[in-house]
């Protein structure tokens, strides 16, 4: 494959870099710890997510990817567990809905690293994924190389408008599942209670050889056979219950067990065309957790890439997202989306035990089969909703004109679509957004419907300018800025455009980027607002996102959003010695939850 000048550049500066084949999830089983007495195999035990600051986690969240204006961006996960490998879901979101536009599975050995880079392709126009990672991926790496990112679901007049909306977005990557390096087996038949201890023949495909002419690559290939083709485990009926050991043996036979810690990653967004900067952190990391607030292991998730659709009756079950959920309530019918295979794991697939946790329950309610009213994805996508959300968020901004500074910070809400979608299929329905509630398959009597986060009191289409076809956010609160000498300023000394003069900012787009003072540091392009400091050139800012009020509180207390990000600064010094002094930093949000 020919690869562009972005590609290449990287590669040499950097090294390998890998992205990997999609995956799917067919099942969403607890397990019970293996009754073998020649491998320890723990249970699912996680009945809680909380951010973890250490920054390592059953899943991770990348705020921001660009292509934009000569961006690129790379990614690095890391697999810290030296024991088991991870089949590890990796998805693309664009940033005006949080629509799919790229997924995969990436198959991590122990100790792995993964590498990648995310870059414009000029002759399409849409984002694109270069990796020569040697790490197993579903589909493979040829395949991962050659396929840009896709249109299909995302807002466009045309095929130019809906390659725009690939350029920009966030990503989520999730532990689906251990790959523990030995079963139990009996007479070398594979069985959870089985009494010897026999090499897990997946695992063996995904270890990166120690020497010879392989040395440093994994098998892969026919090794990945039963996770390509085999439709036994695809086709378990989905179940938030504990797996019957039939299904336990499966899943041993497929490789996998219950997913634990481990994963960690870092991004980069480099500008090698233009500005010659580039800025990076950490990947926000989510870790399942037991009662004691301990890591503990969650329920394995996962199934083939393949575009077979999900069973009706199961996808209310497997996931929050108000565009796949079927309609009709007990009497599933057609998704706004049909849910296929591919659209499986989300971060809101059943990954907790679930009934014993407060935490995933509505406020006072007593304990109960949630699953039954296929509420226990919406209930994960709460609790995780819940982990994430923040009443302020706080950063400093620099736009000096001597130095040439230019300030963006990005605001990625990355669990706003498992409350909220918009359908594009035509201007009526697309004009209001689509909340989970009974029209989505949950029964009226659910102690999970409409998110206590996102609603119609707070989510509307096209607010204050934006795009029509963008959800936007509103934050609750008051919006303050200072200059560095102590002065202050509130909605009513600046300007935000496009918006309403004396108004707060709204979070238009899942991913909202405000510019300040007509500076840019990223050039993003698709969800995007400026504010106008009234002089400030340089300082910090508050936005309070207290969100909504909780229902009867008094006091009164409010429930925060779910928000994730950075301010991106460029600076441009004087010459110094022929060459241009270009710098950048990239300072994480500060947060207060009350």
Not at 11 to 18: D, E, F, W, Y
Not at 19 to 47: D, H, I, N, Q, R
Not at 106 to 123: C, E, I, Q, R
């Amino acid at each position: 494959m020919k690869k562009n000048v972005l590609s290449l550049s990287i590669a040499t500066m950097i090294g390998s870099l890998a992205l990997s084949g999609a995956a799917s999830a067919g099942v969403a089983y607890g397990t019970a710890a293996a009754a073998s007495t020649a491998v320890t195999l723990p249970a699912t035990s996680a009945t809680q997510l909380q951010v973890n600051p250490n920054g390592i986690g059953h899943i991770l969240l990348v705020p921001y990817y660009s292509v934009q204006e000569g961006n690129g961006t790379l990614l690095s996960i890391v697999n810290t567990d030296t024991t088991n490998g991870k089949a590890v879901k990796v998805r693309f979101r664009g940033a005006s809905n949080s629509d799919d536009v790229f997924d995969f599975t990436l198959l991590m050995s122990p100790g792995d690293v993964w590498t990648a880079n995310v870059s414009k392709d000029a002759a399409s126009g849409k984002a694109q994924l270069f990796t020569p990672d040697n790490s197993c991926t579903l589909p493979g790496r040829d395949a991962l190389n050659s396929t840009k990112f896709m249109t299909a679901r995302v807002y466009g007049a045309d095929e130019a408008a809906r390659a725009l909306e690939t350029l920009e977005g966030y990503v989520e990557i999730f532990n689906m599942a251990d790959i523990p390096p030995k079963v139990p087996a009996t007479a070398g038949e594979i069985a959870q209670n089985g009494t010897a201890a026999i090499d897990n023949p997946l695992f063996t495909a995904i270890k990166h050889a120690a020497s010879g002419d392989n040395a440093g690559k994994p098998a892969c290939g026919s090794g990945l056979d039963k996770l390509r083709s085999d439709p036994t485990l695809s086709n378990i009926s989905a179940s938030v219950g504990t797996a019957a050991e039939t299904d336990r043996t499966n899943l041993l036979k497929h490789g996998f067990w219950a997913p634990t810690t481990g994963l960690t990653g870092s991004w980069t967004i480099l500008n090698i065309y233009g500005a010659s900067v580039g800025w990076s952190g950490n990947m926000t990391a989510i870790e399942a957790r037991n009662g004691a607030d301990a890591p503990a292991p969650g329920r394995v998730v996962f199934s083939a890439q393949k575009s077979d659709r999900v069973p009706a009756a199961d996808v209310n079950l497997l996931t929050a997202d108000p565009l796949l959920r079927n309609k009709g309530g007990a009497t599933p019918g057609t998704g706004i989306i049909p849910a296929v295979q591919f659209d499986l794991p989300d971060m809101s697939t059943p990954y907790l035990l679930y009934g014993t946790n407060a935490s995933i329950e509505a406020e006072n309610a007593t304990a109960i089969d949630l699953a039954a009213r296929g509420s226990a994805p919406i209930s994960q996508a709460e609790a995780l909703t819940k982990s994430l959300a923040v009443q302020h968020v706080i950063n400093e901004y620099i736009t000096n004109p001597k130095i040439s500074a230019a300030t963006e910070w990005v605001f990625s809400m990355p669990t706003r679509r498992y409350a909220v979608g918009v359908d594009y299929t035509s201007t009526a329905t697309m004009e209001n957004p689509i909340f989970n509630g009974v029209s989505q398959g949950v029964a009226a009597n659910a102690v999970r419907g409409p998110s206590d986060f996102f609603t119609s009191a707070n989510t509307k289409m096209g607010a204050d300018g934006a795009p029509k076809y963008q959800a936007c956010v509103e934050p609750g609160g008051e919006l303050f800025v200072y200059n560095q000498e102590e002065a202050k300023k509130d909605s009513s000394g600046f300007v935000i455009s496009p918006g309403v003069a004396g108004k707060s900012v709204n979070f238009c787009g899942e991913v909202s980027v405000l510019g300040f003072s007509t500076t840019q540091a990223l050039k993003a392009k698709l969800a995007t607002k400026d504010i106008d400091t009234g002089g400030f050139t340089s300082g910090w800012m508050d936005i309070n996102t207290r969100g909504l009020e909780v229902a009867n509180s008094n006091p009164k207390t409010y429930r925060g959003l779910p928000i994730i990000g950075s301010a991106f600064v460029k600076m441009t010094g004087p010459i110094a010695a022929g060459k241009s002094t270009n710098f950048s930093i990239t300072t994480p949000h500060r947060f207060s939850t009350k």
